[in-house]
């Protein structure tokens, strides 16, 4: 297996000095989102959806001077989720799904794009599609599975299940697809039965099954853009991590089991559309970040940090992140401007650059002859160094311990920077082992021994006195030297004193006064050392001691302290001094824990604070804050106390009274069933607090109960009062349904007694699963929506929706007389028409005629009528309704009539 990235190769950290994104052509397309990206033969291919085309794949390619067209659109359709893919065979293929969720393929062949297999043969929320070797793979969130996972592949020319239908036990989002070594599929998504955290199935071809590869749901919390690929045989997962401010993370499939890749959401803000590729093992991932005005960032992972390649770039809002690694080249796809379609790239080189370093610790404790070495690998001559102390090469000398920084830049301007550190050996230390004084006489007879310790052995010795032994005999009176060598010809130098014996005159007794403060538990200590001011001896003082040496809180103030001098022959002197005892430490006082209270208007009671002192004499004072069982407002009330003892000496501490609110409410409507009515309900479910609860809404009847019912359409607040007098107001907006509406399209007469009437409707608003109860002259007569072969009479239908809600209309379908004159036809005229003012009709008889005139709407109203005229060679001017439409003039003389169609226009 190959090595998981927490160790690399290289050592130090990669600067990629003047190396930055830079932008491939100019914008591919304008008004285009949802990016995907692919090469073949080191032609970058990015394929995008067109909004200005409807939403169209289309994908384009770079020739090295101008992006090009592959062919038309690939989708032929709005198409989300696209993805372009190629096979081993380098022949481009496109997967997506329609705006319905339906998933199609299609390859580019022979100058156009042709489907894979079936069409429309999947229905995803969201979908992957990949491509391993010549095997065509898409796993998708199935909508006919509830939105759970599953996966076909393209073998025998069909789309085939691979596993079962739904393999999740919840919806999924962001299938990624990648496969091992052994192609194995591997699909990693956001998991909505495990906390919306990550999970990646593997599928066992032995078995049949998809297997959980490692934990299910195993980042830290909510994931989004989960992106799966293998460096090696090794899955790694980047996406945008919910629970570390919701910045990039990326983690390994580490000795069965899942561990984050450096810092979990190491972004400094959070990320979108993340996007993961590897260069030699090293992962890259791009998104938009957050932090840098929605820009779009790369970071790359080494030296156990991620380091950001090169500045953000992308202008305006990006989206839609493609990372590709090809060859030493990293391009980036992504819309920017929100909908501008680009590619961009970065030169990978530098990020192979090594650099080694080795050390040499200096032979002896403090000396500067220590040397570091480094060593540049993969790098381009001519390759320069830089140490932090200011010397150049790639070997300084001549160092003390400590450590040292080098930057090394090759011939591409590539830095890659490092440290050593240099250790001291152990300090050479001598020791007296034993030593025998001479008498006061000033005669030789002392003894001395000494010892070594550190550096390097073997130690070799040098007395002041010429000895080169370790143990000296018949030593005078008097300080003599030893110089001290190890192995490595470190030195060390040791003085020995020497002094008198046979003394009979007393020392010197001189004792100074001195200030001791008391320790927290109270007590305090001197040593004769701190009391002595320079007593003196003729010969040698073997010895000072105290009458008093330990003091408590009952000593405080002045004490006489007695110090007494021995000599080595056993004479004594004494000298006294004043100890002052203080007491110069704060007592210690507890404050009790912060305090919350849900009680509104409502006495709070709290424990005093606890202080203590070693010598007590404690006074408590409250210099912030309410006393206890006081009524404290709402938000937080400040309480600070202080202990002083009786030395003055102060502490303090504080802690914290918050009332606070908790009630909360869920609010919930019901729309009304019908346009207008009174039939919706409002509900407000209530949380926290201290129950009874009190309700009170503004609806007309001011109901005071959870849910308010009979209500209109409209907005109703509640306000809702627990038992401790805490209080909430929330809103929620009763809703119905719109209007529900019969439009009459068409009213077709009958002939004499043929029944060729008809009646053509259509209704909209309410609720749909319309019904429909037509009556023929107050009788029912038929329940569907049209009406054919009908004879003349009434007809009212009446209109019921899903909440059954109503409507009604009645149409005349009259009859046309057989006996019609034609030669009548041409003496009676009619204009203008169409017509948007009054209407003149032209009468040109040969005799008087009884005439009668009405004139019908589309539904088959009369709208006008004159009944008795006598008329010959006459107009007669109309004044037609206002509303627009078509109407029906009959003209009737004596047995005969003419019908004429009048079009009234705005």
Same mark, same amino acid.
């Given at each position: 297996?190959?090595?998981?990235?927490?160790?690399?190769?290289?050592?130090?950290?990669?600067?990629?000095?003047?190396?930055?994104?830079?932008?491939?052509?100019?914008?591919?397309?304008?008004?285009?989102?949802?990016?995907?990206?692919?090469?073949?033969?080191?032609?970058?291919?990015?394929?995008?959806?067109?909004?200005?085309?409807?939403?169209?794949?289309?994908?384009?390619?770079?020739?090295?001077?101008?992006?090009?067209?592959?062919?038309?659109?690939?989708?032929?359709?709005?198409?989300?989720?696209?993805?372009?893919?190629?096979?081993?065979?380098?022949?481009?293929?496109?997967?997506?799904?329609?705006?319905?969720?339906?998933?199609?393929?299609?390859?580019?062949?022979?100058?156009?794009?042709?489907?894979?297999?079936?069409?429309?043969?999947?229905?995803?929320?969201?979908?992957?599609?990949?491509?391993?070797?010549?095997?065509?793979?898409?796993?998708?969130?199935?909508?006919?599975?509830?939105?759970?996972?599953?996966?076909?592949?393209?073998?025998?020319?069909?789309?085939?299940?691979?596993?079962?239908?739904?393999?999740?036990?919840?919806?999924?989002?962001?299938?990624?697809?990648?496969?091992?070594?052994?192609?194995?599929?591997?699909?990693?998504?956001?998991?909505?039965?495990?906390?919306?955290?990550? +999970?990646?199935?593997?599928?066992?071809?032995?078995?049949?099954?998809?297997?959980?590869?490692?934990?299910?749901?195993?980042?830290?919390?909510?994931?989004?853009?989960?992106?799966?690929?293998?460096?090696?045989?090794?899955?790694?997962?980047?996406?945008?991590?919910?629970?570390?401010?919701?910045?990039?993370?990326?983690?390994?499939?580490?000795?069965?089991?899942?561990?984050?890749?450096?810092?979990?959401?190491?972004?400094?803000?959070?990320?979108?559309?993340?996007?993961?590729?590897?260069?030699?093992?090293?992962?890259?991932?791009?998104?938009?970040?957050?932090?840098?005005?929605?820009?779009?960032?790369?970071?790359?992972?080494?030296?156990?940090?991620?380091?950001?390649?090169?500045?953000?770039?992308?202008?305006?809002?990006?989206?839609?992140?493609?990372?590709?690694?090809?060859?030493?080249?990293?391009?980036?796809?992504?819309?920017?401007?929100?909908?501008?379609?680009?590619?961009?790239?970065?030169?990978?080189?530098?990020?192979?650059?090594?650099?080694?370093?080795?050390?040499?610790?200096?032979?002896?404790?403090?000396?500067?002859?220590?040397?570091?070495?480094?060593?540049?690998?993969?790098?381009?001559?001519?390759?320069?160094?830089?140490?932090?102390?200011?010397?150049?090469?790639?070997?300084?000398?001549?160092?003390?311990?400590?450590?040292?920084?080098?930057?090394?830049?090759?011939?591409?301007?590539?830095?890659?920077?490092?440290?050593?550190?240099?250790?001291?050996?152990?300090?050479?230390?001598? +020791?007296?082992?034993?030593?025998?004084?001479?008498?006061?006489?000033?005669?030789?007879?002392?003894?001395?021994?000494?010892?070594?310790?550190?550096?390097?052995?073997?130690?070799?010795?040098?007395?002041?006195?010429?000895?080169?032994?370790?143990?000296?005999?018949?030593?005078?009176?008097?300080?003599?030297?030893?110089?001290?060598?190890?192995?490595?010809?470190?030195?060390?130098?040791?003085?020995?004193?020497?002094?008198?014996?046979?003394?009979?005159?007393?020392?010197?007794?001189?004792?100074?006064?001195?200030?001791?403060?008391?320790?927290?538990?109270?007590?305090?200590?001197?040593?004769?050392?701190?009391?002595?001011?320079?007593?003196?001896?003729?010969?040698?003082?073997?010895?000072?001691?105290?009458?008093?040496?330990?003091?408590?809180?009952?000593?405080?103030?002045?004490?006489?302290?007695?110090?007494?001098?021995?000599?080595?022959?056993?004479?004594?002197?004494?000298?006294?001094?004043?100890? $002052?005892?203080?007491?110069?430490?704060?007592?210690?006082?507890?404050?009790?824990?912060?305090?919350?209270?849900?009680?509104?208007?409502?006495?709070?009671?709290?424990?005093?604070?606890?202080?203590?002192?070693?010598?007590?004499?404690?006074?408590? $004072?409250?210099?912030?804050?309410?006393?206890?069982?006081?009524?404290?407002?709402?938000?937080?009330?400040?309480?600070?106390?202080?202990? +002083?003892?009786?030395?003055?000496?102060?502490?303090?501490?504080?802690?914290?009274?918050?009332?606070?609110?908790?009630?909360?409410?869920?609010?919930?409507?019901?729309?009304?069933?019908?346009?207008?009515?009174?039939?919706?309900?409002?509900?407000?479910?209530?949380?926290?607090?201290?129950?009874?609860?009190?309700?009170?809404?503004?609806?007309?009847?001011?109901?005071?109960?959870?849910?308010?019912?009979?209500?209109?359409?409209?907005?109703?607040?509640?306000?809702?009062?627990?038992?401790?007098?805490?209080?909430?107001?929330?809103?929620?907006?009763?809703?119905?349904?719109?209007?529900?509406?019969?439009?009459?399209?068409?009213?077709?007469?009958?002939?004499?007694?043929?029944?060729?009437?008809?009646?053509?409707?259509?209704?909209?608003?309410?609720?749909?699963?319309? +019904?429909?109860?037509?009556?023929?002259?107050?009788?029912?007569?038929?329940?569907?929506?049209?009406?054919?072969?009908?004879?003349?009479?009434?007809?009212?239908?009446?209109?019921?929706?899903?909440?059954?809600?109503?409507?009604?209309?009645?149409?005349?379908?009259?009859?046309?007389?057989?006996?019609?004159?034609?030669?009548?036809?041409?003496?009676?005229?009619?204009?203008?028409?169409?017509?948007?003012?009054?209407?003149?009709?032209?009468?040109?008889?040969?005799?008087?005629?009884?005439?009668?005139?009405?004139?019908?709407?589309?539904?088959?109203?009369?709208?006008?009528?004159?009944?008795?005229?006598?008329?010959?060679?006459?107009?007669?001017?109309?004044?037609?309704?206002?509303?627009?439409?078509?109407?029906?003039?009959?003209?009737?003389?004596?047995?005969?009539?003419?019908?004429?169609?009048?079009?009234?226009?705005?």
């Amino acid at each position: 297996m190959k090595p998981i990235l927490f160790t690399f190769l290289f050592s130090g950290i990669t600067t990629l000095l003047s190396a930055q994104w830079t932008q491939v052509g100019g914008v591919i397309q304008h008004f285009s989102q949802r990016v995907t990206l692919t090469q073949i033969n080191g032609a970058p291919y990015v394929g995008f959806a067109n909004i200005a085309s409807g939403g169209d794949l289309f994908v384009q390619t770079f020739d090295g001077t101008s992006w090009n067209p592959v062919g038309m659109s690939a989708s032929g359709a709005q198409a989300t989720f696209p993805q372009i893919e190629v096979d081993a065979n380098g022949d481009l293929y496109a997967g997506f799904a329609t705006t319905l969720g339906e998933v199609n393929v299609k390859k580019w062949s022979n100058g156009a794009w042709v489907s894979v297999g079936a069409e429309n043969f999947a229905n995803a929320f969201a979908l992957d599609f990949k491509i391993y070797g010549n095997d065509l793979y898409v796993a998708y969130s199935d909508g006919d599975q509830f939105g759970t996972l599953s996966v076909k592949k393209f073998e025998n020319g069909a789309w085939t299940q691979v596993g079962m239908p739904g393999l999740t036990v919840g919806g999924i989002e962001y299938p990624s697809l990648g496969f091992d070594n052994a192609g194995a599929p591997y699909v990693a998504f956001r998991d909505f039965s495990n906390g919306q955290g990550v +999970t990646v199935l593997k599928f066992n071809s032995g078995t049949g099954n998809w297997e959980g590869v490692g934990n299910a749901g195993f980042s830290d919390g909510a994931a989004q853009f989960t992106d799966l690929r293998f460096d090696g045989n090794v899955p790694y997962v980047a996406f945008k991590d919910e629970a570390h401010g919701s910045g990039a993370s990326l983690m390994a499939f580490d000795n069965g089991a899942w561990k984050y890749v450096g810092t979990p959401g190491f972004s400094d803000g959070q990320a979108e559309y993340v996007s993961l590729a590897f260069f030699n093992g090293i992962p890259l991932i791009a998104f938009n970040d957050d932090a840098q005005n929605d820009e779009s960032s790369v970071y790359y992972f080494e030296d156990n940090q991620w380091q950001k390649l090169g500045d953000s770039f992308g202008a305006g809002v990006t989206s839609y992140h493609n990372l590709l690694v090809e060859g030493t080249t990293a391009y980036c796809a992504f819309a920017e401007k929100t909908s501008d379609v680009v590619l961009y790239r970065f030169e990978l080189s530098c990020l192979v650059v090594g650099l080694e370093t080795t050390a040499q610790d200096p032979a002896c404790n403090g000396m500067a002859t220590g040397s570091a070495t480094a060593l540049a690998t993969n790098a381009t001559n001519p390759v320069a160094y830089a140490w932090s102390n200011g010397a150049t090469g790639a070997t300084i000398t001549g160092l003390p311990a400590g450590t040292y920084f080098v930057t090394m830049t090759d011939g591409n301007g590539c830095e890659k920077t490092d440290s050593v550190t240099l250790s001291d050996p152990p300090a050479l230390v001598g +020791t007296i082992v034993n030593q025998t004084n001479a008498d006061c006489s000033g005669m030789a007879g002392g003894s001395a021994t000494v010892g070594a310790s550190g550096g390097t052995p073997d130690y070799t010795f040098l007395w002041s006195t010429g000895g080169t032994d370790p143990a000296q005999t018949d030593l005078p009176i008097g300080t003599h030297t030893v110089t001290i060598t190890d192995a490595k010809g470190c030195e060390t130098t040791l003085s020995v004193t020497i002094s008198g014996e046979n003394d009979t005159t007393p020392p010197v007794a001189v004792a100074q006064d001195l200030t001791v403060a008391l320790d927290a538990q109270g007590n305090a200590a001197i040593t004769p050392d701190m009391l002595n001011n320079g007593s003196s001896d003729n010969c040698q003082i073997a010895s000072l001691s105290l009458d008093v040496s330990q003091f408590t809180c009952a000593d405080l103030g002045a004490n006489t302290v007695t110090l007494t001098v021995a000599d080595v022959g056993g004479n004594t002197a004494t000298a006294t001094a004043v100890v $002052t005892v203080v007491d110069l430490l704060d007592p210690v006082i507890v404050c009790p824990a912060d305090i919350l209270s849900n009680f509104c208007n409502a006495p709070v009671e709290y424990d005093l604070p606890v202080a203590t002192d070693a010598c007590g004499g404690i006074v408590l $004072t409250q210099f912030q804050g309410l006393p206890s069982g006081a009524v404290f407002p709402m938000g937080v009330t400040q309480m600070v106390f202080a202990a +002083t003892d009786a030395s003055g000496n102060q502490a303090t501490c504080s802690f914290t009274v918050t009332v606070q609110n908790d009630l909360s409410l869920n609010m919930t409507a019901t729309p009304a069933l019908c346009y207008g009515e009174n039939s919706g309900t409002a509900t407000a479910q209530v949380s926290g607090g201290n129950m009874p609860y009190a309700f009170q809404w503004n609806d007309p009847l001011s109901q005071k109960t959870a849910t308010a019912t009979n209500l209109p359409a409209g907005i109703f607040a509640v306000t809702v009062v627990d038992d401790k007098g805490c209080g909430r107001t929330d809103s929620v907006e009763v809703t119905q349904p719109d209007s529900l509406h019969l439009q009459i399209d068409s009213v077709v007469d009958a002939t004499g007694n043929l029944n060729d009437g008809a009646i053509s409707i259509t209704p909209s608003g309410g609720v749909g699963g319309y +019904t429909f109860e037509w009556s023929f002259d107050g009788a029912p007569f038929a329940t569907g929506e049209d009406l054919t072969n009908l004879a003349p009479g009434e007809y009212c239908v009446t209109l019921t929706d899903a909440n059954g809600c109503t409507k009604m209309a009645c149409v005349v379908v009259d009859m046309i007389n057989a006996t019609q004159n034609p030669a009548l036809e041409n003496r009676i005229s009619v204009a203008p028409n169409p017509t948007s003012g009054p209407l003149r009709v032209g009468f040109d008889l040969p005799a008087p005629h009884h005439v009668r005139m009405e004139v019908r709407d589309a539904l088959g109203r009369v709208v006008w009528e004159e009944k008795t005229m006598n008329l010959t060679r006459d107009q007669i001017e109309i004044n037609l309704p206002a509303q627009p439409g078509i109407y029906w003039l009959r003209v009737s003389v004596n047995a005969d009539f003419v019908l004429r169609k009048i079009v009234v226009t705005n």
